[in-house]
């Protein structure tokens, strides 16, 4: 009977610790336990290509064989809107980061978006094709791409510091 008294008295003990590294930590178990869609670091990504904001038709193998980081948004996507400031500030400092959009969304939205910030990068608009082809689940992620097509780091989400050491990191590997 005694046995059993530690064993609950730990057992209880370990819910608060469990529940506060949860509370502390939620990105990191939610990505833990869900499936968050799309590719992970060492992941080559998919050739993409399709209809750009404007009208025109846009291919990945436009970028050259560059570097370059991919934003997988939607356009009613509180958080993907609170990345764009952040966005358009570091790309007019470091004009030679390679960046792609592709959103989901209607493409008047995204006609909207490009204007009002200003963005001189390409965005795509998600057709179904390209939602599969993506494996689009949430939103915002931002990918780090090398060279060769191959995914160095994945960032779900978004943190202003994250996103600052994502362009380093583009940057630095170029």
């Known amino acids: 009977m005694k046995r059993l008294k530690w ?3 730990i057992f209880l003990a370990l819910i608060p610790i469990i529940g506060i590294y949860i509370l ?13 869609g799309g590719f992970n670091k060492g992941d080559k990504l998919p050739h993409i290509s399709g209809m750009e904001v404007g009208g ?3 291919n990945v193998n436009q970028l050259n064989n560059e570097n370059f980081i991919l934003m997988i948004s939607k356009s009613d996507c509180e958080v ?3 990345a764009y400031p952040t966005i358009k500030e570091l790309l007019e400092k470091d004009d030679t980061t390679e ?4 959103g989901k969304g209607e493409i008047d939205e995204y006609e909207n978006i490009k204007i009002e910030y200003n963005f ?4 795509l608009i998600a057709d179904e094709k390209l939602e599969s082809q993506l494996k689009m689940k949430v939103f915002p992620v931002f990918y ?16 202003e ?3 600052k050491k994502l362009v380093q990191e583009v940057d630095h590997d170029a």
């Open 120 to 123: 001189d990068f390409p965005i």
């Open 161 to 163: 510091e994250d996103f």
């Open 99 to 102: 960046f792609l959009m592709v």
């Open 80 to 82: 993907c809107k609170s």
């Open 56 to 58: 025109n038709v846009y």
């Open 24 to 36: 502390n930590n939620p990105k990191q178990v939610i990505e833990t336990f869900v499936d968050m």
């Open 7 to 9: 064993v609950l008295l």
């Open 144 to 159: 780090a791409i090398d060279h060769n097509g191959i995914i160095v780091k994945r960032m779900n989400g978004f943190s």
